[in-house]
């Protein structure tokens, strides 16, 4: 686990889903988007689009980062499930390192000048995910549009010892909760 993250905050006691956005133009061209607005690419909106074919076990309450990328994946994914802003769900604030490439983002758990703290953004991602959970009916599977650095971070909520590769582009993840414990599969619905 990443060093000085023991002490976090455990998450609802009840499985939820979180989906990465489909690939965007920053994506595409390996560059940091963070709090950029960056569009979806005509792929990112095919990735979206096969979201509405996923068999879910049941009904879904579906959430959303307030980024376009995010809204646009609900919107073409869920066309039938209008979908709430929940602005914890956003996407780290990288500072002066929005819009350089992916080699040079800076390490995880430093502050980057004019940006985000990883610690500060994990408590965030937290608050987002007990609210979105508060928010639905227990016969209900939250569903949760966001960014990869928010499914990393709600890896480490969920005791994983690393924040683990960067989550594919509109995939489900689901984060079940057995036995005490949040096990991470991406597994059909």
């Given at each position: 686990m990443t060093s000085g993250m023991s002490d976090l905050p455990g998450l609802p006691t009840r499985d939820f889903c979180l989906i990465r956005h489909g690939e965007t133009t920053a994506n595409?061209?390996?560059r940091i988007a963070g709090r950029l607005d960056v569009a979806l690419t005509d792929a990112g909106r095919a990735q979206a689009r096969s979201l509405a074919q996923v068999d879910w076990a049941g009904p879904v309450s579906v959430f959303t980062s307030p980024m376009s990328r995010a809204q646009d994946t609900a919107r073409l994914g869920f066309p039938d499930h209008p979908a709430r802003l929940c602005p914890?769900?956003?996407e780290r604030d990288w500072g002066i390192f929005e819009g350089r490439p992916l080699r040079d983002l800076p390490a995880r758990d430093t502050t980057p000048q004019d940006g985000e703290g990883w610690r500060a953004m994990i408590l965030r991602v937290h608050a987002a995910i007990t609210s979105c959970c508060a928010g639905t009916p227990d016969t209900c599977l939250p569903v949760l549009i966001c960014h990869s650095g928010v499914?990393?971070?709600?890896?480490?909520?969920?005791?994983?010892?690393?924040?683990?590769a960067r989550a594919p582009n509109a995939r489900p993840?689901?984060?079940?909760?057995?036995?005490?414990?949040?096990?991470?599969?991406s597994d059909e619905f």
């Open positions: 595409h061209a390996g914890g769900l956003r499914i990393r971070a709600t890896r480490l909520l969920a005791g994983q010892a690393t924040v683990g993840i689901h984060f079940r909760y057995v036995s005490g414990r949040h096990e991470e599969t």
